[in-house]
């Protein structure tokens, strides 16, 4: 799994509506704004912004207050479910994912599939149960210098 430019935008502006969600709901963020505290390009940024709005993950208000606010829970969003609406699967390759690749004789007997099986459960355990409120909690410890440390082993 390689995190694009996109999704690393995609997230980061995530973040920075759920930092905002959490001090007022109704509050939106403008681009310009969110642009700015993630050092993102305002074009791409506004590009990003749309898809995740057609995605569910954010609501828009237009007008010169206009921005965007989140339009769900920030515990209710993973990371994981942003990565897979921008990026597409996480699958290392494509034999171990949910529409296997139907293609290659050795699905059955390859020894290489139980590892990337391995890979793909190993990613899904840290993006599927890191939500936005987990990263805004880890945002404002990461502030204060204080909290956990954060192990995903298996």
């Not at 912004?49 to 954010?58: A, D, I, T």
């Not at 936005?132 to 082993?153: A, C, M, N, Q």
Request: aromatic share 10%.
């Amino acid at each position: 799994m390689k995190i694009t430019y996109k999704g690393d935008y995609a997230l980061k502006a995530i973040l920075q509506l759920a930092l905002k969600y959490n001090e007022d709901k109704n509050e939106v963020v403008s681009i310009n704004e969110i642009a700015k505290s993630g050092d993102m390009p305002i074009k791409f940024l506004e590009q990003i912004l749309l898809s995740l709005r057609r995605g569910g993950f954010v609501k828009s208000r237009r007008g010169i207050k206009g921005g965007f606010v989140l339009a769900k829970e920030p515990a209710d969003i993973t990371v994981g479910a942003i990565v897979r609406f921008i990026e597409g699967p996480i699958e290392p390759i494509s034999c171990v994912g949910e529409e296997c690749y139907k293609g290659c004789k050795d699905v059955a007997s390859c020894i290489f599939r139980g590892i990337w099986q391995d890979v793909k459960t190993a990613i899904s355990l840290v993006v599927d149960t890191v939500t936005f409120e987990d990263l805004v909690i880890r945002y404002k410890e990461s502030i204060l210098h204080i909290g956990p440390v954060y192990d995903y082993t298996i």
